[in-house]
């Protein structure tokens, strides 16, 4: 093993993730880790990274095998700061600054805003990755999609509903490959969980369980508060950030030090809450197999709302109605530290112990069900007198396995002409799920939802929440 203080190579950081991760563990507990990297033969893909530090760091190293072309980042004191070898990942410190001056080396360009990298550089780029605040995400998406590039968005997708459904139709019409960065969508985990449901491991399936520990660090301090006054003191802006480019779509306001660099997330104008953050890794197995759709109510409950920060803590429940053969389904999502009670025949099993149980799932069958891991990378049959029942007559392995990691997904989909298995085709609708919940949670109402006139029923105030307004200049192409 490595010291902490050793330098790593990119070849040895990559290696050794791995090994961490790969096989499986004794049943009934499944660990399941990635294929080896497998990069198709063809020459190297042309890349724009739009959102460099924070998480854009992963995809700047793991993209030293193609060719870089852009790197676009609003705040370079960040991305100065991300290259030190601190914090709780020094190697990724050391790797980040080794590609960044890699990448410069080959002849990649600094932008700070994405339009201008678009209008001098179109012609020169392939595809987009995209790694910027939640309220970005869609007017840069956009632009990419309207000039033909390939897109990779970090999750949730988009910062609204409309937005999720416009860039679902736009991708489908520009016939691009596309990809939303809820990585564990290309775990053999999130496969098995698909295959044991369809293949009636569970039963019938009537309720389903999502938690997470968010929010967590400094990002807990701000929900709730109301909007800062700043007319005796203005925080000065630090140095290398372009607040008026953060700020991007959202209203104009004074810089604050609550904003950067993480907790955003809890406010309403730039994140999407713990919802948002956390729910397109732990709620996408369950959705995926069980094919959820849109619900037709979604109701919430929360601590205090104030109009400018998600509630602290908060239980979204959304009801889904019948698919095909597969019943409806009432799904319970939990955050700020609370949990859902559980069925009586776990009364001997406690999903909430250790680090792996600050967020999860638990999907409900007959007598059985399965908890998953926080992007189902752990994937286990509970009570374990059921798994050993089972475990001899578990279904085969129907679905297509992924070659690598989710990013080598949607590179090697983009080789190979064909769309990535978390398309906006798939990720577009399970955002606009996903994105009811944080509706629901600002105004605390139970909600009829109409999905074919992506309204509210009854409820105009709240359907106007599904979209918003958009200043000009932001989306080109």
């Known amino acids: 093993m490595n010291d902490l ?12 993730a791995s090994a961490a991760g790969a096989g499986f563990m004794v049943l009934p507990s499944f660990v399941a880790g990635q294929s080896n990297s497998s990069k198709a033969p063809n020459s190297r893909i042309n890349i724009a990274i739009v959102g460099v530090g924070g998480k854009g760091r992963g995809p700047t190293i793991d993209c030293l095998e193609e060719n870089v072309v852009a790197l676009c980042d609003v705040d370079m004191g960040k991305v100065a700061s991300d290259r030190q070898p601190t914090g709780w990942n020094p190697q990724q410190g050391t790797l980040f600054s080794e590609a960044i001056t890699e990448h410069e080396k080959r002849g990649a360009k600094w932008y700070k805003d994405y339009r201008v990298m678009f209008e001098e550089m179109a012609d020169k780029i392939d595809a987009v990755i995209i790694s910027t605040p939640d309220h970005m995400h869609f007017p840069i998406a956009l632009s990419a999609l309207n000039l033909g590039m390939h897109v990779y968005c970090e999750k949730p997708l988009t910062h609204t509903v409309d937005e999720a459904r416009i860039l679902t139709e736009v991708a489908a019409k520009k016939g691009v490959v596309t990809q939303m ?72 306001r004074a810089y604050d030090p609550h904003y950067l660099p993480f907790s955003w997330r809890g406010y309403l104008d730039y994140g999407c809450g713990s919802l948002g953050d956390m729910a397109c890794h732990i709620m996408n197995s369950s959705n995926w197999a069980l094919n959820l759709g849109q619900p037709t109510e979604i109701s919430a409950l929360t601590s205090h709302r104030s109009g400018y920060t998600y509630p602290y803590s908060s239980v979204v429940t959304y009801e889904f109605p019948q698919r ?110 996903v994105l009811l919940g944080c509706v629901a949670q600002q105004t605390g109402r139970h909600m009829e939802y109409d999905a ?11 359907t106007a929440l599904l979209k918003k307004d958009y200043p000009d200049g932001w989306v080109v192409g």
């Open 181 to 252: 960065g809820n990585q564990g969508h290309s775990n053999e985990g999130t496969r098995l969980v698909k295959e044991w449901i369809e293949g009636g491991v569970l039963g019938e399936v009537r309720e389903v369980h999502s938690w997470t520990s968010r929010p967590i660090g400094s990002w807990k301090d701000i929900h709730g508060m109301d909007k800062p006054d700043h007319s005796e003191f203005i925080p000065v802006v630090p140095e290398g950030l372009d607040w008026d480019l953060w700020q991007g779509v959202a209203e104009r």
């Open 5 to 16: 203080n050793t330098p790593l190579s990119r070849r040895d950081f990559i290696k050794n």
């Open 324 to 433: 095909g053969k597969m019943p409806p389904v009432t799904y319970k999502w939990y955050d700020g530290d609370l949990l859902p009670s559980l069925p009586h025949f776990l009364k001997d099993y406690n999903p909430y112990d250790g680090n792996e149980g600050e967020n999860g799932t638990l999907i409900i069958g007959e007598g059985i069900a399965l908890h998953c891991s926080s992007d189902s990378s752990i994937v286990r049959i509970v009570p374990d007198e059921k798994f050993r029942e089972v475990r001899t007559s578990l279904p085969p392995k129907t679905l297509r396995r992924v070659k690598g990691t989710h990013l080598d997904e949607w590179l090697n989909a983009i080789r190979e002409d064909r769309p990535a298995n978390g398309d906006f085709s798939y990720s577009g609708p399970f955002t606009e799920m």
């Open 452 to 462: 074919a006139k992506r309204s509210f029923k009854n409820d105009i105030e709240t």
